[in-house]
């Protein structure tokens, strides 16, 4: 064992082992191609090779350049992929190689100011996003016991939410609505007035044309400097739309984890439960609610938990998801389900709307979760007073538009008749004027004591018409 020549030949061996193993490591790894088998609508079906679900596969066709798709599901031998681009020269019996590799997003301060597609490219025609880091869609959860707790209040620069619905920082709220109502000019006047460090806009299967004009009717030159929009319009695949979504929450979280204030804003909910459900029955899962798939109320709380504030000390992420209520209908599948996972709900009625009231906030039917745990017990009584009001006039609106109430039958309805006018005024704000969190509980304030010092001088008047005898 203490031969020289036995120990210069060990070391030989090791050198050569070492070097052989560092060549073994250099060769990449043999890819088994499959071929495309069937093709059903927009799901592949291929053959013949193996993938991790949420990879990434190549379709080649002859004369036409590789289609990407996303393995979504398997069945025995046979992998289930949905195209993220265009389909057209898919030819049976393609050729399917796996990539091994999974979808990413880009992240980083070079994506302020950009607008991207559901892959993380730039569609704004200034050049390619520099950066080297890079985050998974899906996210990694947080602790539910080391997230910061919601305590204090958000400026949104509407005077409705602001006193009556206080959004906390860090608070994840709906704003349900039917189509044409006005969620979307609600989610633009927020973007504008909210106070953040980063706004991180997701347009998710909308109409096209609301891309441009988010961008520069109501964002802006000066609004886009701190903000990052992702674009997957309502004519992309549904893998797009979801990945869309991904996207937009994947790049809030990375600002949040510097330790900044976010306010991720999705418009909508419904169009990336939609994007799921079309893949989940593409594939074969079968409706269960109304025609959506359970992996559907599945997918929608891993989507909204992954917003709200970080560790203790960290950053948060205050979000906006607007929610379609298809007929008006607030028991919609996804409307309801949304409910029960966010931590309030602004509802926009269309018959205001089309009354010109504007924003169109049904106040008997919004409500902020975190409120309390945000403002000071004096506001607190302010708006539960305010909503009182409001809804005994309400309940008794048909018998005073008839003419059937007697003034002085109720002091409460008398009240509320009195204050109508007002609160009215209140509620109505016009898109380009914005109300600063102090200035909306100076001006609720103000309407609750002058209600008081006018009942007060009214009952004082008819105290001294009484008679003394």
Not at 129 to 139: F, H, K, M, Q, S
Not at 204 to 216: C, D, H, N, T, Y
Not at 289 to 311: D, H, I, M
Request: with cysteine; proline share 5%.
């Amino acid at each position: 064992m203490n031969n020289p020549l036995y120990s210069i030949h060990c070391k030989t061996w090791k050198e050569q082992l070492a070097q052989v193993q560092s060549r073994l490591n250099q060769v990449e790894p043999v890819v088994v191609e499959g071929r495309l088998n069937r093709m059903v609508g927009l799901t592949l079906e291929a053959v013949g090779c193996q993938a991790v679900i949420g990879s990434r596969c190549l379709v080649k066709s002859q004369n036409t350049k590789p289609v990407e798709a996303e393995v979504v599901g398997f069945s025995g031998e046979k992998l289930f992929l949905m195209p993220t681009g265009n389909i057209r020269g898919i030819h049976p019996d393609a050729t399917v190689i796996p990539t091994q590799q999974i979808y990413e997003a880009q992240v980083g301060d070079a994506l302020l100011g950009r607008v991207l597609d559901g892959r993380g490219i730039p569609i704004d025609d200034k050049g390619p996003i520099v950066t080297n880091e890079y985050r998974a869609l899906t996210g990694e959860p947080i602790n539910p016991l080391n997230r910061e707790p919601i305590d204090k209040p958000l400026d949104v620069g509407v005077r409705a939410i602001n006193s009556l619905f206080t959004v906390g920082r860090g608070q994840r709220m709906g704003l349900f609505a039917g189509s044409g109502v006005g969620k979307s000019m609600l989610l633009g006047m927020m973007t504008k007035y909210t106070s953040a460090d980063v706004i991180v806009v997701g347009l998710i299967g909308e109409r096209g044309r609301e891309v441009k004009e988010f961008i520069e009717d109501i964002l802006g030159d000066e609004g886009m400097q701190r903000a990052v929009v992702v674009a997957v319009p309502a004519d992309q695949p549904p893998v797009m739309r979801m990945h869309g979504a991904y996207q937009a929450t994947s790049i809030a979280e990375h600002f949040r984890d510097e330790g900044k204030d976010v306010l991720l804003l999705m418009d909508s909910l419904t169009r990336f439960a939609q994007a799921q459900r079309e893949i989940a029955l593409a594939i074969g899962e079968p409706p269960a609610t109304k025609g959506y798939p359970p992996s559907v109320f599945a997918q929608l709380p891993q989507l909204v938990e992954r917003a709200g504030n970080g560790k203790k000390g960290g950053g948060s992420i205050t979000a906006f998801y607007t929610v379609l209520t298809e007929g008006d209908d607030q028991q919609d599948p996804i409307a309801d389900s949304a409910r029960a996972i966010l931590d309030g709900h602004i509802v926009l009625s269309r018959e205001l709307a089309e009354s010109g009231h504007y924003p169109a906030i049904d106040v008997e039917a919004s409500i902020s979760r975190a409120m309390n745990a945000v403002v000071s017990d004096e506001h607190l009584v302010s708006a539960q007073k305010f909503r009182q009001i409001y809804s005994v006039y309400q309940q008794n609106k048909d018998l005073i538009n008839v003419g059937a109430y007697a003034e002085g039958t109720s002091p409460e309805v008398d009240e509320s008749i009195r204050l109508h006018s007002s609160q009215q005024n209140f509620l109505r704000q016009d898109r380009q004027q914005a109300v600063s969190w102090q200035n909306s509980l100076e001006q609720l304030a103000d309407l609750l004591q002058h209600s008081k010092v006018q009942a007060e001088t009214e009952v004082a008047t008819e105290t001294a018409l009484i008679p003394n005898f």
